[in-house]
T-cell receptor, first 115, second 111 residues
């Protein structure tokens, strides 16, 4: 099956620092990956679509300078939360589609806590 | 918002009982999918039903789709404590490659 690995699973950082989260497709190539944010007991909120070799497409209201996305290879997309603040604390999840029917395979998620 | 609506928001049942979750959506779709999320983890794909299908089974899961009403239901039969999780429907619309997720149902199964 298709496996997506996300790292780190948990990170604590000080306010003002930047944090990078990696999303890797381990056994398939992903020209597109998706980044979501999830608040407690809520659904996923799509932040952006990561496109290999080109700029990411951000959803309305998501600051692209705050959440930098790089998709430099067919198996790796990264999300960098720049100058993190406590309000950026959340659960971030990535996914990649595999197959012909747009089934998404998800990473295990990253819990970010900004102090 | 394009987000699908699910009900109930939360459901608590005893082991052995059946659990039914409903999903409504807004646009024409290629397919509708159901995902499960254990607390603090990523989502796992459970089952997909195409727009030209009305019912589909997979193990203890039964999914129905009514495209005229833009609604779907997920039935988990003979539930187990291990089924405790959040369940999300997701539609694959014609107009985009992004999935549109529902609001989710939190299922608690008591042993």
């Amino acid at each position: 099956g298709a496996v997506v690995s996300q790292h780190p699973s948990w990170v604590i950082c000080k306010s003002g620092t930047s944090v990078k989260i990696e999303c890797r497709s381990l056994d398939f190539q992903a020209t597109t990956m998706f980044w979501y944010r999830q608040f407690p007991k809520q659904s996923l909120m799509l932040m952006a679509t990561s496109n290999e070799g080109s700029k990411a497409t951000y959803e309305q209201g998501v600051e692209k300078d705050k959440f930098l996305i790089n998709h430099a290879s067919l198996t790796l997309s990264t999300l960098t939360v720049t100058s993190a603040h406590p309000e950026d604390s959340s659960f971030y999840i990535c996914s990649a589609p595999f197959g012909t029917e747009n089934i998404q395979y998800f990473g295990a998620g990253t819990r970010l806590s900004v102090l | 918002s394009q987000q699908g609506e699910e009900d109930p928001q939360a459901l608590s049942i005893q082991e052995g009982e059946n659990a039914t979750m409903n999903c409504s959506y807004k646009t024409s779709i290629n397919n509708l999918q159901w995902y499960r999320q254990n607390s603090g983890r990523g989502l796992v794909h459970l089952i997909l039903i195409r727009s030209n299908e009305r019912e589909k089974h997979s193990g203890r899961l039964r999914v129905t789709l009514d495209t005229s009403k833009k609604s779907s239901s997920l039935l988990i039969t003979a539930s187990r404590a291990a089924d405790t999780a959040s369940y999300f429907c997701a539609t694959d619309p014609f107009y985009t490659d992004k999935l549109i997720f529902g609001t989710g149902t939190r299922l608690q199964v008591f042993p």
